[in-house]
């Protein structure tokens, strides 16, 4: 298996600009993630995904923060309009999710996107 | 509120020698503590998990021991190599089922030559 996937691994925009971050989870897993990480506040839980329904998003920051799980391969996640702030590494992990073992899944994480809004 | 409070922030050690790195949680009520750790560049990756009822695991030269009565945690790295530089995050997850993890900022560890 390949992994989780994200892409694109580095994004420079301008402030203003949308801006659409993509993964691919493993394949059979259930359960996907995104996180935010920053020298200032470290990793951050934005939402959580479970068989592709949004199960909790209370990290979203704002508004201008949304993510999608069309299907169980796919999920984005995106910015609109992003700000200088919103700079950092976005990670996407998956994990197979069972009813039994609930957070005792082991998480597996994307390379991350480095994104840097000027 | 969740807390995890890792300690030291960073941490350089030469070649072989041994170290201890700290996590001390405020979460309940307990489920389970993971560390991960995360090279440069990467993603974390998961080294050990314990429950309530561990209070040590070991992963080759990584052992982790859970004092859940005063809720701390270490992670010991035996005969150190360059290769352990990485930053090492505590993250502690409330009851089964939840999955809101509360991480910890990390420990930075430098392994010199």
């Known amino acids: 298996d390949a992994g989780v996937i994200q892409s694109p691994r580095h994004e420079v925009t301008e402030m203003g600009q949308e801006v659409t971050l993509r993964c691919k989870p493993i394949s059979g897993h259930n359960s996907l993630f995104w996180y935010r990480q920053t020298m200032m506040r470290g990793l951050e839980l934005l939402i959580y995904?479970?068989?592709?329904?949004?199960?909790?998003d209370s990290g979203m920051p704002e508004d201008r923060f949304s993510a999608k799980m069309p299907n169980a391969s796919f999920s984005t996640l995106k910015i609109q309009p992003s700000e200088p702030r919103d700079s950092a590494v976005y990670f996407c992990?998956?994990?197979?999710?069972?009813?039994?073992?609930?957070?005792?899944?082991?998480?597996?994480f994307g390379p991350g996107t480095r994104l840097t809004v000027l | 509120k969740n807390q995890v409070e890792q300690s030291p922030q960073s941490l350089i050690i030469l070649e072989g020698k041994n170290c201890t790195l700290q996590c001390n949680y405020t979460v309940s009520p307990f489920s389970n503590l993971r560390w991960y750790k995360q090279d440069t560049g990467r993603g974390p990756v998961s080294l050990t998990i314990m429950t309530f009822s561990e209070n040590t695991k070991s992963n080759g030269r990584y052992t982790a021991t859970l004092d859940a009565d005063t809720k701390q945690s270490s992670l010991h790295i035996t005969a150190s190599q360059l290769s352990d530089s990485a930053s090492y995050i505590c993250?502690?997850?409330?009851?089964?089922?939840?999955?809101?993890?509360?991480f910890g900022r990390g420990t930075s560890l430098i392994v010199h030559p």
């Open positions: 992990a998956s994990s197979l999710n069972t009813q039994t073992s609930g957070s005792l899944d082991e998480q597996f």
């Open positions: 995904f479970n068989n592709n329904v949004p199960i909790d």
């Open positions: 993250v502690v997850s409330a009851q089964r089922g939840s999955y809101i993890p509360t």
